[in-house]
């Protein structure tokens, strides 16, 4: 069964900082990926998502995530973060051979930003 | 252009009680889909509807849960005889759909449900 692992429940940073949240996935072949931003009080908005080709992919807000096939992974990144970024992120995948297309998301990553 | 809109925004019930939360997709959008927020669970998908196909239930916790769709639009999920443990953020999300391409869902801002 496809699962995400999202090992940082809880994160820091400082504005103006870097940030890299973690995400790791489980599943046979390479799923679609997704990161996910809630912020207080708002729904879910999709901030980037990966499906074929190049391994970097550009999202909004100044966003970018990396496919990394040997680890599994797919970390979001951000070189400098904004106090607005404070927000729950979720990595997420899809299965790519569903025509149901329901997201599989992980546990969730609190981002706090420090003055 | 409007967005997937929920209601209510909150729901308080007393456990036992029925409950109905309506969905509003995103005008177009045939594919559309119900998720649950809870802490103990995170997010987890609950039923998909697309169209005039079967929903896929897969998600559906128990048969207390059940959803319908009317005239491919608006999406009720009802709960019955709810519990404590249905208190969650229930989120719908709607996309456009089309074979073996994989849509945006666009989000709700949910319904939070609390169940004394």
């Known amino acids: 069964a496809q699962s995400v692992t999202q090992p940082d429940i809880h994160i820091t940073v400082s504005e103006g900082a870097s940030l890299e949240l973690r995400c790791n996935y489980s599943?046979?072949?390479?799923?679609?990926l997704f990161w996910y931003v809630q912020s207080p009080g708002q729904g879910l908005q999709l901030l980037l998502k990966?499906?074929?080709?190049?391994?970097l992919v550009q999202g909004i807000k100044g966003f970018e995530a990396e496919f990394k096939r040997s680890q599994s992974s797919f970390n979001l990144r951000k070189p400098s973060v904004h106090w607005s970024d404070a927000a729950e992120y979720f990595c997420?995948?899809?299965?790519?051979?569903?025509?149901?297309?329901?997201?599989?998301f992980g546990s969730g990553t609190r981002l706090s930003i420090r003055p | 252009g409007a967005g997937v809109s929920q209601s209510p925004s909150n729901k308080v019930t007393e456990k036992g009680k029925d409950v109905e939360l309506r969905c509003d997709p995103i005008?177009?959008?045939?594919?559309l889909y119900w998720y649950r927020q809870s802490l103990g669970q995170g997010l987890e998908f609950l039923i998909y509807f697309q169209g005039n196909s079967a929903p896929d239930k897969s998600g559906l916790p128990s048969d207390r849960f059940s959803a319908e769709r009317t005239g491919g639009s608006v999406s009720t999920l009802t709960i019955q005889r709810t519990q404590q443990e249905d208190s969650a953020v229930y989120l719908c999300?709607?996309?456009?759909?089309?074979?073996?391409?994989?849509?945006?869902?666009?989000f709700g801002p949910g319904t939070r449900l609390t169940v004394l």
């Open positions: 990966y499906f074929s080709g190049d391994t």
């Open positions: 999300a709607s996309s456009l759909y089309s074979t073996g391409y994989v849509n945006e869902q666009f």
């Open positions: 005008s177009g959008h045939t594919a």
């Open positions: 997420a995948v899809v299965n790519p051979y569903s025509s149901a297309s329901k997201i599989i």
């Open positions: 599943y046979g072949a390479t799923p679609y």
